[in-house]
C-alpha cells in the first residue's frame, strides 16, 4: 500500500494569514493531487501536478497555489486565507501505469479560517 | 451542471442485508472510480473500472458506459461497512476528476 502523508493535520488560521500544506509520498507516483472536502460537494480538485516542476490547474484552484518541489513533495499555499477556505483537505498520488489510476490518499488536513 | 450523481443519499441496513449504490453521469468520462471513505475520514480506492464487473471480496462493481452509469453490490453487509462511498469520473472532455456527493451507508448490528 503507498504511503502518502499529510502535515500538519489540524490547522486553524485568521482571515488574511498565510498557510502552507504539506504532503509527501514514498513510492515514487508520478501524479500527485490536491482535493478540499465540503459537505453536499463530495471532493473537488484543486491542483494536480505530474512531476517535479510540474503544476495543472483543476477545477476550483482560486485562492490557492501550489508548488511540486521533488518527486515526492507537493505543498498547497494559501496565501490570503478566507473563511470559504475552511475544509478538509485531501493530498493524493497515483501511477497513472496501463491508464490505470488508482489513487492513495494521504491522511487529510482540517484547516479552520477564522 | 452535477456530472456525477449518486443514490441513495444515504441508506440504513441490518447487517447481513445487501446494498445497492448507483452512479450516474452525465459527461463522456473515462475512468470510473469508486472509494470508500471510513468514518474517521480515510478515504480507500475501491475499484478502477471503466466498464464491465469487477469483484473483490463482498463488493462488485458493474460499469456500462454507453448507459453512463456504474453501480456498487454490497452482499452480507457488516457494520464494518459503514461509512461514505463515492464514485467518481475523468471527463474525457475536460480531462478532470469529477465526484459524486457520495452514498453514506450505515449497517446496525
Known amino acids: 500500500e503507498a504511503a502518502v502523508t499529510q502535515s500538519p493535520r489540524n490547522k486553524v488560521t485568521v482571515t488574511g494569514g498565510n498557510v502552507t500544506l504539506s504532503c509527501r509520498q514514498t513510492?515514487?507516483?508520478?501524479?500527485m493531487y490536491w482535493y478540499r472536502q465540503d459537505t453536499g460537494h463530495g471532493l473537488r480538485l484543486i491542483h494536480y501536478s505530474y512531476g517535479a516542476g510540474n503544476l495543472q490547474i483543476g477545477d476550483v484552484p482560486d485562492g490557492y497555489k501550489a508548488t511540486r518541489t521533488t518527486q515526492e513533495d507537493f505543498f498547497l499555499l494559501l496565501e490570503l486565507a478566507s473563511p470559504s477556505q475552511t475544509s478538509l483537505y485531501f493530498c493524493?498520488?497515483?501511477?497513472?501505469?496501463?491508464?490505470?489510476?488508482?489513487?492513495?490518499f494521504g491522511p487529510g488536513t482540517r484547516l479552520l479560517v477564522l | 451542471g452535477q456530472q456525477v450523481q449518486q443514490s441513495p443519499a444515504s441508506l440504513v441496513l441490518q447487517e447481513g442485508e445487501n446494498a445497492e449504490l448507483q452512479c450516474n453521469f452525465s459527461s463522456t468520462a473515462t475512468r470510473l472510480q469508486w472509494f470508500y471513505q471510513h468514518p474517521g475520514g480515510r478515504l480507500v480506492s475501491l475499484f478502477y473500472n471503466p466498464s464491465g464487473t469487477k469483484h473483490t471480496g463482498r463488493l462488485t462493481s458493474t460499469t456500462v458506459t454507453n448507459e453512463r452509469r456504474s453501480s456498487l453490490h454490497i452482499s452480507s453487509s457488516q457494520t464494518t461497512d459503514s461509512g461514505t462511498y463515492f464514485c467518481a469520473i475523468r471527463s474525457s472532455n475536460t480531462n478532470k476528476v469529477v465526484f459524486g456527493t457520495g452514498t453514506r451507508l450505515q449497517v446496525l448490528p
Open positions: 513510492n515514487s507516483h508520478n501524479y
Open positions: 493524493a498520488s497515483s501511477v497513472r501505469l496501463g491508464g490505470e489510476d488508482t489513487q492513495y
